[in-house]
């Protein structure tokens, strides 16, 4: 569902591919570690769970979770460091799995 939503030319296509990717994406949500860590809405001011993911130079899809606590949306920056966290810990296992656009 991730390539269909990077390989979408036009909004109209992508609007057609909305409802399934956030289907997909929420189901990826719970079979994560991350899902099975995150505290309870009621002890904290809100959660927000993110999906950073790239094509390794062989094109396979990696997903990584990213899960961010506060109120409000947090700002792009803390996003750039969930995904940048995310990218060494992948690679740390994989060293080959860089994003293929980084090569």
């Given at each position: 569902?991730?390539?269909?939503?990077?390989?979408?030319?036009?909004?109209?296509?992508?609007?057609?591919?909305?409802?399934?990717?956030?289907?997909?994406?929420?189901?990826?949500?719970?079979?994560?570690?991350?899902?099975h860590?995150?505290?309870?809405?009621?002890?904290?001011?809100?959660?927000?769970?993110?999906?950073?993911?790239?094509?390794?130079?062989?094109?396979?899809?990696?997903?990584r979770?990213?899960?961010?606590i506060?109120?409000?949306?947090?700002?792009?920056?803390?996003?750039?460091?969930?995904?940048?966290?995310?990218?060494?810990?992948?690679?740390s296992?994989?060293?080959?799995?860089?994003?293929?656009e980084?090569?």
């Amino acid at each position: 569902m991730i390539l269909a939503w990077n390989e979408a030319t036009d909004a109209e296509e992508r609007k057609g591919l909305l409802q399934p990717l956030v289907i997909a994406l929420g189901a990826f949500a719970r079979s994560t570690h991350t899902w099975h860590l995150m505290p309870p809405l009621n002890e904290v001011d809100g959660l927000h769970f993110a999906v950073v993911d790239w094509q390794d130079q062989n094109n396979n899809l990696i997903m990584r979770p990213i899960l961010l606590i506060g109120e409000k949306v947090p700002p792009i920056e803390d996003f750039i460091s969930g995904m940048a966290a995310q990218l060494a810990l992948h690679l740390s296992h994989f060293p080959d799995g860089l994003p293929k656009e980084l090569l």
